[in-house]
């Protein structure tokens, strides 16, 4: 175990140096020109060349790296060119509150659709089972930005009963926090549950046809131990690889989400840097979401040996 | 409020008459502009002072939303978001209204001389900057030699290609003297600039960290893509104002969630958005819209050095293939004023004459014709995801096609375009305001500018635009923009179609607001009512 999780960790170490070379090797060919997006179309060319060459874009990309790295080593992260700050906290800072919205969004549904999923296996073409499976479906199908709108109009303008920035003011209490993330998270959920749903339920009806659990049940162990021990614990291997493979997309790729419910994460400030050629900030933002990425695979794998005596014990007959 | 001994001696006309009366004039131009807003097609969009009318009353807070900003560091500020959170902390010598006429803000008073190339401001006494030290002369010089001193890549140093550092002295403590390279007529205005905000002299190009200037708020915190807080500077120099005891800019990546979050009153301000964005509330009883003239618009530009647009007559039979009204009708529901292929609003004090082109597609053919082109001719239109610009680039495809113009259209991203729009054979480009129609003229018709994207070069045009540029005579820049007027019609190196309006949005309650051509934001004059 231990060894498995050192070559884990390893590997992981790597990957952030790849990826690090593969983002800057990206950003060369980005469109636009640095010191032009700063200063804006009607800026004369002098100046642009000057800012520049102020903030060294046009050196060599090579060099460009090389600097970046040791800077990266020596803990400096560099500083955005957009908005003339340090990276290193502005992606601490952004990075724990996707975090934040991430790990919300996961307790209200991996329960949620989870319980779902199994009730609906239990009785598989029944009322509830047709009804969630449609409802779902068409809710995982609307693209974010039309559920967010929809929410927002609902709860936050119609009823007034919820705020629509997800930002609490500042030194809001625990309550108010949360209550400025119900709309995010519900937005979440909504896009979220049918996969997580149909995932586990899929799973369910094949573990419940499965030989062991009729072994199990003519054995004469009672329901509930036959769900919980044998039915779920096997069903549950694929959802949980599915939750390990969206956490780097939930804290990093919720662009629409952060911009609609006015909730600046990781997400929004990457996208601002790429559109921006905002090199140290996009190459910050990029590390520590695959940092993130990885670690979340890392935790799924975890998860599934702990959960699957067969990896388990696999890693222990090598 | 505003003394006739505040204002220019000479010139500026316009300015002159609408403000030494101003409140007749105010009044005047409600009026005026009452019935065109009658005949809108937006329904409940008041025009700029409208919500002016009760007596002030201090206290409260507001929350604005603004577009992305950047940088907010003055000295290279471009962004619309970062222009608006900066206006509330620092100023500039004097501040352009809505009509145009200029209000002294840091300036009290100003005049040119030896023919408008020497400028000298008399700096208002007893304002101080927010870590409570004086603000003179000595700041003022440092802050635009600052801006146009090539060492630093500012934008401001575009925009005033006339003003040198040694150009700038003190010649005592509250009066400035600008020496500029020729006559400008119009140079207070150039001081309008967003970038020319008057910083202390020891500015250290954090602005972030240390935000000091003079204006009617301190700026408490900044938080990029988040926002700004302010609060009241209790010792603003005009102790009337501000009326606010807080304010919070807030930064929008994008124009659908400012407007819910307007709808909801999260946000009671939405500082600037467009004519699609304003369907969804223009019938929202709790909100008003506020329109103002404006001279944003579009350059359709034809290279008239290479084919086939170094033929004057194609170049016409295109500008002939346009149905403008129906183009301000269609993309911007009426908000806008028809262009005729120059860019001298109306808005501007200069009131151009000559007749309006109107479409004609049998002249357009004609024409074409002449030229050598009796099938017409396929080409490449370039524009960007930006506004109303790739509806108005497909119905530049519509409109050229009954006269055999076969346009392909290339809609890029807002940053590969800008990497060569001045090197398209055909290009459409959105200019925004400039509070001197010399601005734009210079910017982009000059044969030497570098945004000739045209690629246009005319002697006489260029002789006329240094005579405009000098004159002191608004009367006598009319004449001389009604002849360039003239030329750049006949010429076409650019289609204009239209001027827009601007649009921006207060909930009901926000008092005092007004709208700028140039999407300024000034909230020292704005209130709440309880």
Known sequence: MLRFFGRRLLLLGVTLVVASVLIFAITNVLPGDVGRIILGPFAPQDAVARLNAELGTDRPIVIRYVDWLTGVARGDWGRSYAFDTAVFPLVVERLGRSLTLAVSGLVVLVPLAVAAGVAAARREGGIFDRVLSTVSLAFGALPEFVTGVFLILVFGIWLGALPIQALPPDGAGPLTVIAHLVLPVGCLVLLLFAYLFRMTRASMIEALAADYTRTAELKGLPQRTVIWHHVLRNALLPTITVIGAQIGWLVGGLVVVETLFKYPGIGSLIHFAATNKDIPLLVGCSLAITFVFALGNLAADLLYAILNPRVRHGRHAH | ?530
């Open chain 2, 1 to 530: 409020m505003v003394k006739r001994t505040d204002l220019s001696p000479l010139g500026f006309s316009t300015a002159n008459s609408a403000v030494t009366t101003l409140g007749v004039s105010r009044r005047r131009f409600l009026a005026g502009a009452s019935t065109l807003a009658l005949g809108c097609a937006l329904s409940g969009v008041a025009p700029w002072g409208a919500l002016a009318q009760a007596t002030p009353k201090r206290g409260g807070s507001l929350k604005v939303a603004v577009p992305a900003a950047t940088s907010i560091d003055p000295v290279k500020l471009n962004s619309s978001g970062g222009i608006a959170i900066v206006q509330q902390t620092a100023e500039y010598l004097v501040y352009a209204e809505p009509d145009l006429s200029l209000r002294p803000v840091l300036a009290t008073s100003w005049e040119p001389s030896e023919g408008g190339k020497v400028w000298t401001f008399k700096l208002r006494q007893g304002v101080k900057f927010h870590d409570g030290r004086p603000m003179g002369a000595d700041d003022v010089v440092a802050s635009f030699q600052r801006l146009v001193d090539p060492a630093n890549a500012s934008p401001a140093a575009g925009a005033m290609p006339f003003l040198k550092k040694e150009g700038i002295a003190k010649v005592d403590d509250h009066t400035v003297r600008f020496t500029l390279d020729r006559p400008i007529g119009t140079f207070p205005y150039f001081t309008h600039t967003y970038n020319c905000v008057i910083l202390p002299a020891d500015y250290a190009g954090n602005f972030a960290e240390k935000p000091i200037g003079t204006g009617p708020f301190k700026l408490v915190s900044y938080r990029p893509q988040e926002g700004a807080k302010f609060e009241r500077n209790t010792d603003y120099w005009d102790q009337t104002k501000p009326y606010l005891d807080r304010l919070e800019i807030q930064t929008f990546e994008s124009p659908q969630p400012m407007v819910l979050a307007l709808q909801s009153g999260d946000i009671q301000v939405v500082q600037q958005l467009s004519y699609i964005d304003a369907q969804a509330i223009r019938n929202d009883s709790k909100i008003a819209l506020i329109q103002a003239d404006a001279a944003d618009h579009r350059q359709l530009c034809m290279r008239t050095d290479m084919k086939p647009f170094d033929d004057k007559r194609v170049r016409q039979a295109v500008a002939l293939c346009f149905d403008r009204p129906a183009m301000v009708r269609g993309l911007l529901g009426g908000l806008a004023d028809v262009g005729n292929d120059h860019p001298i609003a109306p808005i501007y004090p200069e009131k151009i004459k000559g007749a309006q082109r109107q479409a004609n597609i049998a002249q357009a053919k004609k024409l074409l014709a002449d030229a050598g082109y009796p099938q017409g001719f396929p080409i490449d239109l370039y524009t960007h995801q930006y506004l109303e610009l790739p509806q108005y680039a497909a119905l530049t495809q519509q409109m050229l096609a009954p006269a055999g113009i076969k346009v392909n259209l290339k809609v890029e991203p807002t940053n590969l375009y800008y990497n060569h729009w001045t090197e398209v054979s055909f290009g459409l480009t959105d200019w925004t305001s400039r509070p001197v129609a010399a601005q734009i003229l210079a910017q982009s018709f000059r044969s030497t500018a570098e945004w000739n994207a045209a690629h246009w070069k005319s002697e006489p045009f260029d002789a006329l635009l240094a005579k405009f540029e000098a004159e002191p005579d608004v009367a006598q820049r009319g004449k001389l923009g009604t002849e360039m007027a003239a030329i750049l019609t006949d010429e076409v190196p650019a289609v204009i179609a239209y001027f827009n309006k601007n649009l921006r949005a207060a909930r009901t309650g926000v008092q005092g607001l007004t709208g700028s051509m140039s999407n300024y934001l000034d909230m020292a004059q704005v209130w709440v009512e309880s």
